[in-house]
């Protein structure tokens, strides 16, 4: 029986993921866990959750003692514009809550995810199809904090036998809560603009692509790769997953199509650009594809029809 902890559950991520894997596995097997009490009260209230920050390393370890944890999903990190802000937290954070984490799973034989991002690429990697094996020089801080904590997952399994797996996400986009602090969450920000006022003012530039992927996609790598057959994994961290690459132009034509009269202009923030900039346009994601059948669902258009329903909902908004 698999009993879950995850850490960041209250985050962009944990939020749906804590639902979606307590639907498959029972709500008192995934146990929510995070620094602060804020967020979705229904989620705390589904399933166990415990008040847990990574950097405690004997916190981490009791809350896994008292949930016979057996698998956790490390979700908990500050962003990549965030990191730019306080460099020193996310290196606390990043750094020493992976290595908490995998310490903790090491003694207790528990296995572990950890994303890892496109920003542990960096200007000098090819950014066109960029390979699943490539140069990995990042100019940010949380970029540093994903390629050690890459190397960190493989050096647990190869020396320990820690059963630890990861992807490589790009930014991902979802209708219930906000990304915190991240570069690519233009890409969520401009369908609530859409919505509530018929125009968004980006902060990232015309013609810069990133690699995207819906939620409902997200979830479902994770869950795959945490039940991937062992034997097959050849990278195990730090796979390349993407479902789709565009500019805001691109987007903007997207929403058009729905929102005719959606106006994009620029504000471009030197900051987030810069290390937008420095990360792939589109990410070569067949490692994934063939070692455990990665496969997404959602392209852009599917996204953006879903993105918008949900949200005129949500903030009953009509169009
Ligand atoms: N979405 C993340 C960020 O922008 C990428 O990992 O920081």
């Known amino acids: 029986m698999k009993k879950i902890l995850i850490t960041g559950a209250l ?14 596995y029972g709500n008192n097997n995934v146990v929510a866990s995070n620094r602060s009490k804020h967020g979705d009260e229904k989620l705390l209230e589904a399933g166990p959750f415990e008040l847990l920050d990574v950097v405690d390393a004997k916190g ?5 003692k008292k949930h016979g944890i057996n698998q956790i999903i490390h979700l908990a990190a500050i962003l990549s514009a965030n990191a730019e802000k306080n460099p020193q937290l996310a290196y606390d954070i990043n750094m020493n809550g992976t290595y908490n984490v995998l310490e903790v799973a090491k003694e207790q034989g528990i296995a572990v995810f950890t994303p890892s991002s496109i920003a542990a690429f960096g200007a000098s990697t090819p950014a066109d199809n960029t390979p699943q094996d490539t140069i990995q020089r990042p100019s940010t801080m949380y970029g540093v904090t994903k390629v050690a904590g890459e190397l960190l997952c493989d050096y647990y399994f190869k ?3 820690v059963d630890t797996r990861g992807v490589r996400f790009p930014g991902i986009i979802s209708n219930g809560v906000l990304p915190g602090g991240g570069t690519t969450d233009y890409a969520v920000h401009i369908y609530y603009e859409a919505l509530k006022n018929k125009k968004y003012a980006s902060y990232i530039g015309a013609g810069t692509y990133m690699d995207m992927m819906y939620m409902d996609d997200a979830l479902k790598s994770i869950h795959d790769l945490m039940e991937a057959n062992p034997d097959k994994l050849v990278h195990r961290n730090a796979f390349n997953v993407t479902a789709m690459s565009f500019d805001p132009e691109m987007l903007a034509a997207e929403i058009r199509k ?6 994009l202009t620029y504000d471009v923030d030197p ?16 490692a994934a594809r063939e070692e455990w059948g990665w496969n997404p669902k959602y392209d852009l258009a599917s996204m953006t029809k879903d993105m918008l329903e949900k949200l005129s ?7």
């Open 11 to 24: 985050g962009q991520i944990g939020t749906e993921l804590t639902t979606y894997l307590r639907g498959h």
């Open 60 to 64: 981490v370890a009791e809350v896994c």
């Open 159 to 161: 020396r320990y036998g």
């Open 258 to 263: 729905h929102i005719p009269e959606f106006e």
């Open 271 to 286: 900051v987030r650009q810069a290390i937008a900039n420095s990360w792939p346009n589109s990410l070569d994601d067949s």
């Open 313 to 319: 909902v949500k903030l009953n908004a009509k169009y």
